[in-house]
């Protein structure tokens, strides 16, 4: 059987779908000590694995650094999607991507689908959009996920996510701060790693919005986190504007028979206070 190729190691999203996809020993990992340096020995290594499928997990998600780091957001989120949607292209294999919330300006919409107009009115966003068509042109039957607000297990501190973050600085009892003035969607990781396999495994192709329903404040969520933990604590809600960010990017999907069939995804509220219920012991 041909082994399944995920374009990631270390990541939040690597390491869910190394826990939630049956594993037989044919799903590869390749983080990025792993890759020779130029695209054309990737090529080659690629081309000698002939994967059944590439599914790309790699990609920017600390907004502050990509502001600073402009040409290896443009690798991430452009060049490495569109090589890997070319090499799929040319071997005839399934291609997912994973993209982002950001590529909506944020402003007059409650939630937006996937046929709604894309503005993206940062650099992280605007990268994450380039990528999409970049992506869309090297191979049409591309599949690309766009997510939001990703949150589960970490394998590593430095990936702690932001309910978790949450939880352990009022555990410390210092007062967390969060902003008050944005709404978005989150979405459990093991949950994104399960649909990406029922897109990957599907026919469909184009884009999917892949998030729980509905759409809160980061203030909110901070808020339910800490009531599922059965924490009580004060948050500040604070305001920052450090650069350009969506006031509502909260996704909603009009494509939810591929994703989930006859029933419903779980409400932002479902998945969190799941999540965090594991924390109550702890
Ligand atoms: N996290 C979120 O809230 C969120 C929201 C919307 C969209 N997304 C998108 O979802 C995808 C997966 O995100 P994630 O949360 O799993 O990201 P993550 O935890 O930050 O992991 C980043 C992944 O990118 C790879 N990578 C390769 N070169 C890198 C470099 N120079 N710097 C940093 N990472 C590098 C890493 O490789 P190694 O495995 O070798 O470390 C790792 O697998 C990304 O496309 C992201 O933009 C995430």
Redesign the pocket.
């Known amino acids: 059987m041909p082994p399944l190729l995920v374009w990631?190691?270390?990541?939040?999203?690597?390491?869910?779908i190394r826990r939630t996809w049956t594993n037989d020993g044919t799903i590869l990992?390749w983080?990025?000590?792993?890759l020779p340096e130029t695209r054309e020995q990737q090529h080659r290594k690629i081309c000698r694995l002939a994967p059944s499928a590439i599914v790309?997990?790699?990609?920017?998600?600390?907004l502050r650094r990509a502001q600073a780091a402009p040409h290896?957001v443009r690798?991430?989120?452009v060049e490495t999607p569109a090589f890997l949607a070319t090499v799929s292209r040319n071997l005839g294999i399934p291609f997912v991507?994973?993209?982002?919330?950001?590529v909506f300006s944020g402003h007059g919409r409650i939630a937006w689908t996937e046929t709604d107009p894309t503005e993206p009115i940062n650099a992280y966003g605007r990268s994450?959009l380039e990528g999409e068509r970049a992506v869309l042109t090297s191979n049409p039957n591309a599949k690309i996920i766009?997510?939001?607000?990703?949150?589960g297990r970490a394998q590593a501190r430095s990936?702690i996510?932001f309910p978790e973050r949450i939880l352990q600085q009022a555990r410390f009892g210092r007062v967390p701060e969060v902003r008050s003035d944005l709404t978005t969607s989150i979405c459990h990781?093991d949950d994104l790693a399960t649909d990406i396999l029922k897109v990957l495994m599907s026919s469909s192709k184009g884009i999917f919005h892949v998030a729980h329903a509905g759409g809160a404040t980061w203030l909110q969520i901070a808020c339910y986190a800490l009531k599922s933990a059965g924490v009580s604590s004060q948050i500040k809600a604070i305001q920052t504007p450090d650069f350009p960010r969506p006031a509502c990017s909260t996704l909603a999907t009009n494509r939810p028979e591929v994703l989930y069939g006859r029933s419903r995804g779980k409400t932002w509220q479902e998945a969190l206070g799941e999540f965090m219920r594991g924390f109550c012991d702890a």
């Open positions: 990631g190691k270390q990541g939040l999203l690597a390491q869910a990992f983080g990025r000590h792993d790309n997990a790699s990609g920017f998600t600390n290896l690798e991430l989120h991507t994973t993209s982002s919330d950001y994450k766009r997510t939001a607000g990703l949150f990936k996510s990781v």
